[in-house]
């Protein structure tokens, strides 16, 4: 049975801002079991809108990893599993996605090892994480919006390809994954043109798929619907 989510003005206060408009869907219902699950884990792995990266009780010694948009939670989930020395930042603002990556991530019994947030990943990025903090960013599947008067609500925009750059470590990695060829161009065109970003297919390319990759839930429904996905790999440059 679905039920609306009684936490939400404790979620709120530490997790939701007001201040930046987002397009996506936010809210939303949750089961009682989920909303149990938030109320456990979200005072322990949550990262609260006062809080840093630097603050949340991560090693400075181990690697830490975002992924952006990661929806029902599938590909963090395969990323904690695959990568035990991974301190992982997942960003989210779909709050019933929130509710199931935190059960699955439980289930999987590597919850201790996560952040999470549901603030917008534009504001996560600039104040709460530090300057070449990441050792690698993930983002698959971000929202198409395909209407053209629509283009600028995509997450990749040239102001946020410098904000990610700046995030991260040289050396460090950008991921990203889409299903729709007009934004997998609409991605690698902006990241190409980003000043400290080296395309590890060489400028204009993709890079195959990799075997190691969980199928997302947008990945599949792409599949079905007779698209193959594209993939880009940078690496920040000095
Ligand atoms: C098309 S879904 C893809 C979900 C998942 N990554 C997958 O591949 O199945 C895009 C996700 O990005 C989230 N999203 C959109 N804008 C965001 C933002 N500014 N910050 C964080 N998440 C965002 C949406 O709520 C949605 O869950």
Excluded at 29 to 45: H, M, S, Y
Excluded at 76 to 98: D, K, M, R, S
Excluded at 104 to 110: H, P, Q, T, W, Y
Excluded at 140 to 157: A, G, M
Aim: with cysteine; charged share 25%; hydrophobic share 40%.
């Amino acid at each position: 049975m679905l039920w609306r989510m009684r936490l939400s003005r404790l979620f709120r206060d530490h997790h939701v801002q007001h201040e930046m408009r987002t397009h996506g869907r936010k809210n939303g219902f949750v089961t009682k079991g989920q909303e149990q699950r938030l109320a456990r884990w979200l005072p322990k792995i949550g990262l609260m809108a006062e809080q840093t990266l630097s603050d949340c009780g991560f090693s400075s010694a181990a690697p830490i990893v975002m992924e952006i948009g990661f929806g029902n939670g599938d590909f963090l989930v395969h990323l904690a599993e695959i990568e035990p020395e991974w301190q992982l930042l997942g960003v989210e603002i779909y709050l019933p996605g929130v509710a199931k990556a935190v059960g699955r991530l439980e289930d999987a019994g590597v919850i201790s090892r996560c952040r999470i947030s549901q603030l917008p990943a534009q504001m996560v990025l600039g104040r709460q994480v530090a300057e070449q903090q990441l050792d690698g960013l993930y983002i698959n599947h971000p929202d198409p919006w395909p209407k053209v008067r629509h283009h600028k609500r995509r997450l990749i925009q040239k102001d946020f390809a410098a904000l990610l750059v700046s995030r991260l470590k040289v050396g460090g990695f950008i991921r990203l994954a889409s299903d729709k060829p007009d934004l997998a161009e609409w991605m690698r065109d902006i990241l190409d043109q980003t000043v400290g970003l080296r395309n590890v297919a060489g400028v204009g390319g993709f890079v195959p798929r990799g075997d190691d990759r969980p199928f997302t839930k947008f990945e599949q429904r792409g599949i079905k619907e007779g698209r193959d996905s594209q993939f880009l790999h940078y690496v920040r440059e000095a």
